[in-house]
């Protein structure tokens, strides 16, 4: 039979979220397995990944705030807008004061206005967007409406005409972290990119659970469904009778727990179903009894 269940990977540097996936479908046997919001090859750390039935909560796990930490480059920009992609231009950032980073930081904290960057994965016209920059063509993405909860400045490096700042970025589902790198330098007249990049949480999983692949090729070690939605969503539990109507897809009372998912979970504690309110009507976003 097969585990379902989310696997908290701490991705290595060079991997595609894609290429997890496919050494994930190999290690557990099934190719039922995707991800909650891809990174960067670049990138390092937390990865949620699905198994079998599980597949099926990552829509709704991939809206959670994530948490990085990051260093960016003052002085340089690129492309990409990341250490991976081609110089295009350079500006002494000797100039730039702790005052004014501080200043530069805080107008890209809160609720903000991001235009991705042209190597992303977003699609236009049905293209991805990286496929046409790759192409060299101009790509034109629209501004997108994001949150950054938390930017802190946690060191600041000076080596000549580049600035090295480490950064915790806690932020909203869409969260371009090279975007903020683009735009803190480019508020500051020097240009900047990202040259480091490490997820340390995504909603409730944090680096303390995830596992290198390596690690799991020796042990697989999943999450069991009930346990992975009561650690990210409320919880309800109900008697036997709404359980019937639940495993049905049938509609329950609402219960005062929020308009966004809710576990709701049998009096044995077995996992039926993610459910959202509506007004005075629970109904089903996804049932997980067979």
């Not at 609720?111 to 990286?130: D, H, T």
């Not at 950054?148 to 000076?158: C, S």
């Not at 932020?171 to 480019?186: E, V």
């Amino acid at each position: 039979m097969e585990n379902s269940g989310l696997v908290i990977v701490d991705k290595p540097s060079g991997w595609t979220s894609h290429d997890v996936v496919g050494r994930m479908r190999r290690l557990a046997k099934t190719r039922r397995v995707g991800h909650a919001g891809t990174l960067d090859p670049m990138a390092t750390g937390v990865l949620v990944l699905g198994v079998g039935k599980a597949t099926r909560l990552l829509g709704h796990l991939a809206l959670t705030d994530k948490v990085y930490e990051a260093t960016i480059r003052l002085g340089v920009s690129t492309n990409t807008d990341d250490a991976e992609g081609e110089v295009t231009a350079t500006a002494s950032a000797a100039s730039v004061t702790g005052p004014a980073l501080d200043a530069g930081v805080a107008a890209l904290t809160g609720p903000i206005r991001q235009v991705p960057p042209q190597v992303s994965a977003i699609k236009v016209n049905g293209e991805r967007a990286y496929r046409m920059a790759r192409r060299g063509e101009e790509v034109e993405l629209a501004a997108r409406s994001v949150t950054v909860h938390d930017f802190a400045v946690l060191d600041v490096r000076r080596d000549g005409d580049v600035i090295d700042v480490d950064a915790s970025v806690t932020c909203s589902s869409g969260t371009y972290i090279r975007a903020l790198a683009r735009d803190l330098g480019a508020s500051l007249g020097c240009g900047g990119h990202l040259t480091a990049l490490r997820r340390t949480r995504v909603g409730p999983y944090d680096l303390g659970m995830a596992r290198t692949l390596d690690r799991l090729a020796e042990k697989m070690e999943i999450l069991p469904m009930g346990e992975a939605v009561a650690a990210a969503f409320p919880r309800r539990d109900v008697s036997d009778d709404d359980a019937r109507k639940v495993a049905h897809g049938g509609r329950l009372p609402a219960a005062g727990l929020g308009p966004g998912p809710i576990g709701v979970f049998a009096p044995d504690g077995a996992l039926l179903a993610l459910v959202e309110e509506r007004g005075a009507v629970a109904r089903p976003l996804a049932v997980f009894i067979s």
